[in-house]
C-alpha cells in the first residue's frame, strides 16, 4: 500500500475535515447585490437567490436547468450562452446589455454562470459600464469577487464595448500560450504552455513548456490553468482527492471547477502535504 493510501486510512476524518475547513476558508464570493436590483452569483447558489430575493429576470451564461421552475420562479429568461473563458460579439453583448439595463428599473436581474468568476464578472462589468461606471472591472471586483473577470480576451472584449482602451491597459493579464495549459496540464500526455501571469493575484513567473503530469521527471513549479504544481504531483490527482472527501464529508460544496485559483491553489497545497507525508 501506498504512503498515501497508508495516511488516508489512518486519517481520512481528519483530511476530510480539514479540506472542509480550507475549502470554507476560501470561499471567494456569496451571491451579491452589485448595483440597486442587480445580482451577481454562481450557477448552484441561483436557485437560492431566486427563493430569496424573489428575482424577476435570470440571466444564464452557461446552462439553466428546468429544476428552475420548482422554485416558484415565473418570471423572463434571457439566455445569452458563452464558452468558459470566452466572450460574446460585440453586436451580442449590446443587445445583452441593453435588455439587462432596461429591466433594472423595475425588476431583479440576476446574472451567472458555472463559478460566477469570468462571464459573470465579464457582462457584469459591461453593464456597470454602461451606467456610468469609469473602471467596472475594480468595482466588480472590490464589490463582487477579486477574481471575476478572468482573462485578457474578456477584459479586451470590456474595454473595446465601452470604449475605454484604458482598461485593457490597466488588466492586461501577461498570459502565454493557451488559457487552459494544454491537455499535459491535465496529465493526459502531449505538450502545452501554461499562463504563468496573473495580473489580480500577484504571482509572476516564467513561461516553459511543461510535459506530461504522468512523467516523474518534470520539473516543480509548473502551473497549469493558473495554479503552481510540485513534480509528480498532478492537479488531476488533487482534484479526485478533493472531490473523494467532499462527497465524504456529506456536505453540498463547490466543485473543483467552481473554485476560484486562490482556493484551487490551497486545496492543491493541501493535498500535496498529504501526499508527502507532511499533514
Same mark, same amino acid.
Given at each position: ?7 488516508? &486510512? ?26 440597486? &436590483?442587480?445580482? %451577481? ?31 416558484? !420562479? ?5 439566455? @445569452? ?49 454602461? %451606467? ?22 474578456? =477584459?479586451?472584449?470590456?474595454?473595446t464595448f465601452l470604449n475605454k482602451p484604458h482598461l485593457k491597459e490597466t488588466y492586461h493579464m501577461a498570459n502565454y500560450g493557451y488559457r487552459y495549459g494544454g491537455y499535459g496540464g491535465y496529465g493526459y500526455g502531449g505538450y502545452g504552455y501554461g499562463s504563468l501571469y496573473n ?13 506530461? !503530469? ?7 513549479? =509548473? ?12 492537479? @488531476? ?32 497545497? !493541501? ?9
Amino acid at each position: 500500500m501506498s504512503k498515501r493510501n497508508k495516511k488516508k &486510512n489512518k486519517n481520512k476524518t481528519n483530511n476530510v475535515l480539514e479540506a472542509k475547513n480550507i475549502w470554507a476558508s476560501t470561499a471567494c464570493h456569496k451571491p451579491t447585490e452589485i448595483i440597486p &436590483n442587480l445580482y %451577481l452569483c454562481k450557477e448552484r447558489q441561483v436557485k437560492d437567490l431566486v427563493k430569496e430575493k424573489k428575482i424577476d429576470v435570470l440571466v444564464p451564461l452557461a446552462e439553466l436547468g428546468g429544476e428552475i421552475w420548482n422554485t416558484g !420562479f415565473c418570471g423572463e429568461v434571457l439566455y @445569452y450562452p458563452i464558452e468558459d473563458y470566452g466572450v460574446l460579439p460585440q453586436s451580442i453583448l449590446k443587445r445583452c446589455v441593453t435588455d439587462i439595463i432596461s429591466r433594472l428599473k423595475t425588476k431583479k436581474v440576476a446574472i451567472f454562470c458555472l463559478g460566477g468568476h469570468g462571464r459573470t464578472g465579464y457582462v457584469a462589468a459591461c453593464v456597470l459600464g454602461k %451606467l456610468g461606471y469609469d473602471d467596472p472591472i475594480r468595482t466588480v471586483r472590490n464589490k463582487y469577487c477579486k477574481s471575476a473577470i478572468e482573462c485578457n480576451e474578456q =477584459v479586451e472584449s470590456i474595454a473595446t464595448f465601452l470604449n475605454k482602451p484604458h482598461l485593457k491597459e490597466t488588466y492586461h493579464m501577461a498570459n502565454y500560450g493557451y488559457r487552459y495549459g494544454g491537455y499535459g496540464g491535465y496529465g493526459y500526455g502531449g505538450y502545452g504552455y501554461g499562463s504563468l501571469y496573473n495580473d489580480y493575484i500577484n504571482i509572476p513567473y516564467q513561461p516553459y513548456q511543461i510535459s506530461s !503530469f504522468t512523467t516523474s521527471t518534470k520539473e516543480e513549479g =509548473v502551473e497549469s490553468e493558473h495554479i503552481i504544481t510540485k513534480a509528480g504531483f498532478p492537479e @488531476y490527482t488533487a482534484r479526485k482527492w478533493y472531490e473523494e472527501d467532499m462527497s465524504a464529508s456529506g456536505e453540498e460544496v463547490e466543485s473543483w471547477d467552481e473554485l476560484d485559483v486562490n482556493s484551487r491553489q490551497k486545496m492543491y497545497d !493541501f493535498y500535496y502535504a498529504v501526499a508527502i507525508g507532511d499533514c
